[in-house]
């Protein structure tokens, strides 16, 4: 359908079970201030039953494009462009009739905090049975029997008296619970998890975290789990996506990401980051600066302004020239492997014992 | 809830015993002898006593006060016969039980607020939707745009205008005037549509404009995007979910907008010379006609305070957490 | 050791301070819940802070960590007498400013500064942030050499600011940047403690290391004693000497680094730890134990009797109803290590050969997931 006339946007395998595959996406918002590149040439799949773990700050269009994923952006500020296949059906051109009987049915989503994502005004239980009836065509009884059973299921204690519970009236890790049943109501073969354990408490986030593994156990569900936080992904996740500023920077098994990253993002990430085993004795290496405006995001590569290897690489290329990320596992950065595999033993490694 | 509704009327009472207090001893701060007033020039000192006497104007203020009061729950006697309760006392002026005028007028008052309500609840509510809902387009633009020049009108000046293209050059329409609502209905409709619409268009700008932003405020919310990813239909979702959020909003402006709707059913009245409570208050005043005052600020305040135990109640039923709490 | 005691001191793990700065004794704040018809009356409290012991040492950095309504901002904001407490003692330098007056405070004020978790809310937007920055001192009528633009200077310097960017606002500044603007203020009376309310929770992670080695910096080169309230077990572990659990408005654990993380015996310790993802940087499974607990922290209007924690915790018996444990070294406990637990678990967080597992949801999942793998 669309010709990669660009260069500098990235091809990546479609294997044979990727699930959902996106391929050169960009977002862009028109703001007050300008044009916001949420996302810039973005191409990722996603395996059937597998996790994807997509890891960034905020402001690198990991949100963002799982929104778009589900078409819930703002379509009059918003443009989109690229594919983003779902079965080989591209979610893009998708018409908004047809998407509807997609969300929540084949692909569903959880939200970072469950009292904002939950409506105020309804029943928990009326809630979860909503998507159900509309997708299933159950009918009211049908679909609350269905609640209760997902309320069970996902360790809501009596569950058929909860059930006519407003969301307020659930703690917190409750109601995060009530949203995974609400989102697994209708089996869907793709969850999106958007910050899903942020809001909530580390023994909370645990008991979620544990309990959307096992559900995804019995659901046969993919999931895109999207966090800032590099030890859930590393709990979570089959494969990793970094991104920094609408791009991905690194992709890769996320075994093979943590324990031999490629990309100095993702080296300053990893060092930056304080870790229960880790050595107390020597302060931790932050990343300078900030993150940068997707207003106007830096020319070349986007982590140049911020990097502190770019005089390794000859010439002024960090600046001018944006490097791809190639297929498979690989890393977007003009540094040779040679040069990556020296620094990481060097510099990096030694920093997170 | 039983509870509440207890807490909530029993601090009407008081309220009401306050303002009523309050209007009572303001008027007697006026150095006015109210017998000497409807005894009219050339009174002999005999006549004045009896007057004043008849009036009980010859008592200390507090206990007048307080037969005023006794007397809303009680009844009282005049000269004139038995005041049942809730007696507001007798006109100074007429000499007709204050009761019996406020309860004389206030059918035309009622349908002028009813009526307007509805109208601009109807009207501005419904095109803050519609310009929410095209957000953006042509049909936002030129609703939001009339709202904005509409709401800088005053129903002084709307009135006449209106009254001016529709009864004095075309005559498509009659002279506002007051016709039973139980004899005949169609006639008590055409008689008022005026005033309402008059009356209405000053606030269904304003409700056109906040029900437009709450409802795009209320599109933004977490929980409405929560709706979009289950798959729910773009229609329901802007009915069920960022409707019933920005209830809330609307109800509590309402709440505060029920004393603006009743100043400006008066003057309404005023404006197409109907004659309504907001007539006898204002006609009262001029006169000093004590226990008229009295009574139309207790009464309007009765019903200012019954509606906002309603919004109240309305509240509860939008929000659960309301509800519970 | 104790000839060191004019100079910051640096100490080791071992903790156990020199001389104590300030000295908690029976913390409480009960926020009272006003209800009832027809007239309003007390009807309950919020015990968000119950019967606290802490203390820290000079140019000490305790740490204080907990979930969501364990008490430990509420216990920061009674130090610095932000708020009221409802008992108990709080002596600064040998001082008791418990319910110490505004004049009475005024000189203990500019030794006791606060940052603030929210760099966005903590700042006056209508302030330069020169005048931000300034106006401690002019509250405090302090006059440093040289003058008070002069000091904000170095100070905008010492935080890794451009001094130049004195008459800038604070929404000309990212996140991390208000950061250091809130820890220059907090440093313009060079005070001898700083309560830091969970300071870097609101930044992204590569941010969060510029601000925690700000802080560390400040620590050490100034002896300044910090008390650091986070719920971030791992950021807390970097910059503290000693850590205080709290769980409900008590402290349940409390030690050096070491005890807390490598060998703590209260169980919610435990299962904090537990809960804590790290990043897992090889295939092998890490040797950690596995707790997982069920629900969320109950309510703080009316805790658990007894033990607070034994509602969720897989040890409970009848007497941790009925008893509350003491916060008391018990045996195995190196010095200062105190622990409030009648069961306590055993010093370590290896893997165990059972893993702790009291979610309902979680075992029945996991239990069909064995039937199905065997």
């Known amino acids: 359908m669309t010709t990669l006339t660009k260069t500098e946007g990235e091809?990546?395998?479609?294997?044979?079970?990727?699930?959902?595959?996106?391929?050169?996406?960009?977002?862009?918002?028109?703001?007050?201030?300008?044009?916001?590149?949420?996302?810039?040439?973005?191409?990722?799949?996603?395996?059937?039953?597998?996790?994807?773990?997509?890891?960034?700050?905020?402001?690198?269009?990991?949100?963002?494009?799982?929104?778009?994923?589900?078409?819930?952006?703002?379509?009059?500020?918003?443009?989109?462009?690229?594919?983003?296949?779902?079965?080989?059906?591209?979610?893009?051109?998708?018409?908004?009739?047809?998407?509807?009987?997609?969300?929540?049915?084949?692909?569903?989503?959880?939200?970072?905090?469950?009292?904002?994502?939950?409506s105020p005004y309804y029943t928990v239980g009326r809630q979860i049975a909503e998507p159900y009836m509309k997708h299933t065509g159950a009918s009211k009884k049908e679909a609350r029997d269905r609640a209760i059973e997902m309320l069970t299921k996902v360790g809501i204690p009596q569950p058929k008296t909860r059930v006519d519970d407003y969301p307020h009236q659930f703690s917190g890790g409750m109601r995060q619970r009530a949203m995974i049943a609400m989102a697994l109501v209708c089996d869907p073969d793709l969850l999106i998890a958007d910050e899903p354990t942020t809001a909530l408490d580390v023994t909370v986030q645990a008991q979620i975290l544990d309990l959307l593994k096992d559900l995804q156990q019995e659901f046969g569900s993919a999931i895109i789990f999207i966090t800032h936080d590099l030890g859930v992904i590393s709990?979570?996740?089959?494969?990793?996506?970094?991104?920094?500023?609408?791009?991905?920077?690194?992709?890769?098994?996320?075994?093979?990401?943590?324990?031999?990253?490629?990309?100095?993002y993702t080296w300053?990430?990893?060092?930056?980051?304080?870790?229960?085993?880790?050595?107390?004795?020597?302060?931790?290496?932050?990343?300078?600066?900030?993150?940068?405006?997707?207003?106007?995001?830096?020319?070349?590569?986007?982590?140049?302004?911020?990097?502190?290897?770019?005089?390794?690489?000859?010439?002024?290329?960090?600046?001018?020239?944006?490097?791809?990320?190639?297929?498979?596992?690989?890393?977007?950065?003009?540094?040779?492997a040679e040069q990556k595999q020296t620094i990481f033993i060097d510099k990096i490694q030694p920093r997170l014992r | 809830m039983l509870q509440f509704l207890i807490r909530r009327l029993t601090g009407a009472v008081v309220i009401m015993f306050l303002i009523g207090a309050f209007t009572f001893f303001l008027f007697y701060t006026v150095p006015q002898d109210f017998a000497a007033l409807s005894c009219g020039k050339n009174c002999s000192p005999e006549n004045l006593a009896v007057i004043r006497e008849n009036l009980g104007l010859d008592k200390p203020i507090t206990t007048q006060f307080w037969e005023f009061m006794s007397g809303i729950v009680a009844g009282r006697d005049f000269p004139q016969g038995h005041c049942s309760a809730p007696c507001l006392g007798v006109s100074f002026e007429s000499g007709e039980f204050v009761w019996d005028s406020i309860i004389d007028r206030f059918p035309l008052t009622l349908s002028l607020?009813?009526?307007?309500?509805?109208?601009?609840?109807?009207?501005?509510?419904?095109?803050?939707?519609?310009?929410?809902?095209?957000?953006?387009?042509?049909?936002?633009?030129?609703?939001?745009?009339?709202?904005?020049?509409?709401?800088?009108?005053q129903i002084y000046l709307l009135g006449p205008i209106v009254l001016g293209l529709l009864v004095y050059s075309t005559g498509i329409m009659e002279f506002p005037k007051e016709h039973s609502f139980t004899e005949e209905p169609g006639a008590w409709f055409l008689g008022l549509l005026i005033p309402w619409v008059v009356m209405a268009t000053i606030f269904t700008a304003q409700y056109t404009r906040m029900s437009r932003s709450t409802m795009i405020e209320q599109l933004q919310e977490e929980h409405v995007r929560t709706a979009r990813a289950k798959g729910m239909r773009q229609r329901y979702v802007f009915f069920r979910y960022a409707w019933r959020g920005s209830l809330i909003p609307i109800v509590t402006i309402l709440g505060m907008d029920l004393s603006a709707l009743l100043s400006g059913a008066v003057v309404t009245e005023f404006t197409f010379d109907l004659a309504g409570i907001g007539r006898l208050a204002v006609d009262?005043?001029?006169?000093?006609?004590?226990?008229?005052?009295?009574?139309?600020?207790?009464?309007g305040a009765f019903f200012i305070l019954l509606l906002n135990i309603l919004v109240d109640l309305a509240y509860a039923y939008i929000d659960p957490r309301v509800r519970l709490s | 050791?104790?000839?060191?005691?004019?100079?910051?001191?640096?100490?080791?793990?071992?903790?156990?301070?020199?001389?104590?700065?300030?000295?908690?004794?029976?913390?409480?704040?009960?926020?009272?819940?006003?209800?009832?018809?027809?007239?309003?009356?007390?009807?309950?409290?919020?015990?968000?802070?119950?019967?606290?012991?802490?203390?820290?040492?000079?140019?000490?950095?305790?740490?204080?960590?907990?979930?969501?309504?364990?008490?430990?901002?509420?216990?920061?904001?009674?130090i610095t007498r932000l708020l009221e407490p409802t008992g108990g003692k709080i002596e600064y330098a040998g001082q008791d400013i418990t319910h110490a007056k505004r004049k009475q405070l005024a000189p203990v004020r500019s030794e006791i500064q606060m940052i603030f978790q929210d760099p966005y809310s903590s700042l006056n937007p209508r302030q330069t942030v020169g005048t931000i920055i300034k106006s401690p001192m002019e509250v405090n009528g302090i006059n440093p050499a040289g003058g008070r633009e002069k000091r904000v200077r170095e100070l905008l310097e010492l935080v890794g600011l451009n001094p130049e960017h004195y008459n800038r606002f604070p929404h000309e500044f990212s996140g991390g940047q208000r950061q250091r603007i809130g820890v220059a203020r907090a440093l313009a009376l060079n005070p001898k403690l700083i309560v830091a309310d969970e300071p870097v929770s609101a930044l992204d992670v590569s941010i969060q290391a510029q601000v925690v080695n700000l802080l560390q910096k400040v620590q050490e080169e100034m002896g300044i004693a910090f008390l650091f309230?986070?719920?971030?077990?791992?950021?807390?572990?970097?910059?503290?000497?000693?850590?205080?659990?709290?769980?409900?408005?008590?402290?349940?654990?409390?030690?050096?680094?070491?005890?807390?993380?490598?060998?703590?015996r209260h169980p919610y310790t435990h299962a904090l730890l537990s809960a804590v993802p790290e990043v897992a940087m090889d295939d092998e499974p890490q040797d950690r134990e596995r707790i997982r607990l069920y629900g969320d922290v109950p309510s703080p209007i009316s805790p658990p009797s007894g033990c607070r924690f034994r509602t969720r915790c897989w040890?409970?018996?009848?007497?941790?109803?009925?008893?509350?444990?003491?916060?008391?070294?018990?045996?195995?406990?190196?010095e200062g290590h105190l622990t409030a637990c009648h069961f306590p678990e055993e010093p370590t967080v290896g893997a165990r050969s059972e893993a702790v597992v009291m979610d309902p949801a979680l075992k029945a999942l996991e239990k069909d997931g064995d039937v199905s793998k065997g």
Not at chain 1, 236 to 241: I, V, Y
Not at chain 1, 294 to 302: I, Q
Not at chain 3, 234 to 251: D, T
Request: hydrophobic content about 35%; some cysteine; proline content about 7%.
């Open chain 1, 11 to 118: 091809k990546a395998p479609t294997g044979p079970d990727s699930f959902l595959s996106v391929r050169d996406l960009r977002v862009r918002f028109s703001t007050e201030d300008g044009i916001v590149k949420a996302v810039d040439g973005l191409s990722f799949d996603v395996e059937r039953g597998k996790t994807l773990g997509i890891v960034g700050e905020s402001g690198s269009g990991k949100s963002v494009t799982n929104l778009t994923v589900l078409g819930l952006h703002n379509p009059k500020t918003t443009t989109v462009e690229g594919e983003i296949l779902l079965e080989g059906q591209d979610l893009v051109t998708t018409p908004e009739k047809e998407l509807e009987k997609l969300r929540g049915n084949k692909v569903a989503m959880i939200f970072q905090d469950p009292l904002t994502a939950l």
């Open chain 2, 284 to 299: 009262s005043s001029l006169t000093k006609d004590l226990p008229v005052t009295m009574g139309v600020m207790l009464f």
């Open chain 1, 235 to 264: 709990d979570m996740a089959d494969d990793l996506l970094v991104m920094y500023s609408g791009r991905a920077v690194e992709r890769g098994g996320v075994r093979e990401v943590l324990r031999e990253p490629r990309h100095p």
């Open chain 3, 1 to 78: 050791m104790s000839d060191n005691l004019t100079l910051p001191a640096q100490q080791g793990s071992t903790g156990a301070s020199t001389e104590a700065l300030l000295k908690v004794e029976g913390l409480t704040k009960h926020f009272p819940i006003y209800g009832g018809f027809p007239i309003k009356r007390k009807v309950g409290a919020v015990q968000a802070v119950d019967n606290v012991d802490l203390t820290v040492g000079v140019g000490e950095s305790v740490g204080l960590v907990g979930e969501s309504g364990c008490g430990k901002s509420t216990t920061g904001r009674l």
């Open chain 3, 315 to 334: 040890k409970a018996q009848d007497k941790c109803a009925t008893e509350e444990p003491p916060l008391v070294q018990i045996g195995g406990n190196t």
């Open chain 2, 113 to 153: 607020t009813v009526g307007g309500l509805v109208i601009f609840l109807i009207l501005g509510l419904g095109s803050g939707l519609l310009a929410a809902w095209k957000r953006g387009t042509v049909v936002d633009k030129i609703v939001s745009g009339t709202s904005i020049v509409l709401s800088s009108f």
């Open chain 1, 268 to 336: 300053g990430l990893l060092s930056s980051m304080p870790r229960l085993g880790g050595s107390t004795s020597q302060p931790l290496m932050p990343i300078p600066g900030s993150p940068p405006s997707l207003l106007n995001p830096p020319s070349g590569c986007p982590f140049h302004p911020r990097c502190t290897f770019k005089d390794q690489v000859s010439g002024d290329r960090c600046s001018t020239e944006r490097p791809p990320l190639g297929e498979g596992r690989a890393a977007a950065c003009h540094l040779t």
């Open chain 3, 229 to 264: 309230i986070a719920h971030d077990l791992a950021v807390v572990r970097h910059f503290s000497q000693r850590v205080a659990v709290m769980y409900l408005g008590k402290v349940v654990e409390v030690g050096d680094r070491d005890s807390i993380y490598n060998r703590p």
